[in-house]
């Protein structure tokens, strides 16, 4: 684990494209073209790769097909395949195609626990131990999302004492990961660094990871708060799709190619290879069939130079 000490020289990126993004998407992407798309995207030096969910196929039909595609993408060394899991079932399904790790879906507001899950956070935790048994069974690294931490689209505001309480809980479960999720884009910077600081304090030896979306225009600013607070740890999807389909308003994560743009250009290390990155993106209008909120795949570079207006 990179350590969380403020303003980490280093960081890893977590491309949640293949699952927050394709989740919300009008149109089902064929399963050989999401394989494509996800050997492509482990190709350019990205830490780890959010494959898909392993889900009711009722609730998220873009990912009916989560067992055809892990078990048909090609496996790179040093880059991991996590899977969002909200329960026993979908924890089975996924460690019978050997991910790397299981990323435990809960929200951190009871509203949009019981419309995204039909779970409150109670009892999310409650099935998390049966899933935590299979997985330690199977040595397999286990996260928890945590939606709505920085606010719920239904309720308002999480207080930050909730949130705290929630991750005691999880950490007390064994949990050795737990990503800040901003559902719908309500955090600001001071709150996302406020939280940062305070989690990263209390449990030093847990995986912090911050995931963002851009909704309201402050996803780049709370993933430079989080860094600011020392989270090393950032999810974010290519071409900024994303959005969970049962949290109204919801849009777009933070967009991997701007935000490992950004760092690269502070000088932060993200393991990524930007041009490759970029060409990957490039793709991503034909494979969704829309354009896509990127922007540094339309501005080019910071250091993109203009040839003088002729006279
Ligand atoms: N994988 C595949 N099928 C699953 C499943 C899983 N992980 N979990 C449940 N199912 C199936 C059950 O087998 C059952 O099938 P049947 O109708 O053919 O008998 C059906 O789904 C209902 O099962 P139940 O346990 O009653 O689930 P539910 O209807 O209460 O739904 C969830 C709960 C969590 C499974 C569902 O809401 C879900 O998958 N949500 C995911 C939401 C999401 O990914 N949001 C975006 C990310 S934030
Ligand atoms: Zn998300």
Request: with cysteine; aromatic share 4%.
């Amino acid at each position: 684990m990179i350590p969380q000490t403020p303003c980490p020289e280093r960081i890893e990126i977590n491309e949640v494209g293949p699952r927050d993004g394709l989740q919300i998407e009008k149109r089902f992407v064929p399963t050989p073209d999401k394989i494509r798309w996800i050997n492509a995207l482990s190709q350019t030096g990205l830490a780890r790769i959010e494959a898909t969910s392993f889900t009711s196929p009722k609730a998220i039909p873009n990912l009916a097909d989560a067992s055809e595609v892990v078990n048909g993408i090609k496996r790179r060394d040093g880059v991991e395949i996590t899977v969002l899991v909200p329960n026993l079932k979908g924890a089975e399904r996924a460690l019978a195609c050997q991910v790397d790790e299981l990323n435990l879906v809960m929200s951190a507001s009871d509203s949009h626990g019981l419309a995204n899950l039909r779970m409150t956070p109670e009892q999310s935790i409650e099935r998390f131990g049966d899933i935590l048994d299979v997985a330690r069974e199977n040595s397999v690294f286990v996260n928890a999302s945590l939606s709505t931490t920085f606010g719920c689209p239904f309720e308002g505001e999480v207080p930050q004492k909730r949130v705290l309480e929630l991750i005691e809980q999880l950490v007390a479960l064994g949990i050795q990961g737990v990503t800040l999720c901003d559902t719908t884009g309500m955090a600001n910077p001071a709150q996302v660094k406020a939280l940062c600081e305070a989690v990263i304090a209390r449990w030093p030896g847990t995986a912090f990871t911050l995931h963002v979306h851009n909704t309201r225009g402050m996803g780049l600013a709370n993933a430079l708060a989080a860094w600011q607070a020392g989270i090393t740890r950032f999810d974010s999807a290519l071409g900024g799709l994303g959005g969970c389909p049962f949290a109204p308003g919801a849009t777009g994560n933070v967009c991997t190619e701007d935000l490992v743009h950004m760092f690269e250009a502070m000088g932060v290390d993200t393991g990524v290879d930007l041009d490759a990155l970029l060409e990957v993106a490039a793709t991503l209008p034909e494979l969704v069939g829309h354009d896509v909120p990127g922007q540094v795949i339309k501005a080019g570079k910071w250091d993109r130079r203009y040839p003088m207006p002729s006279r």
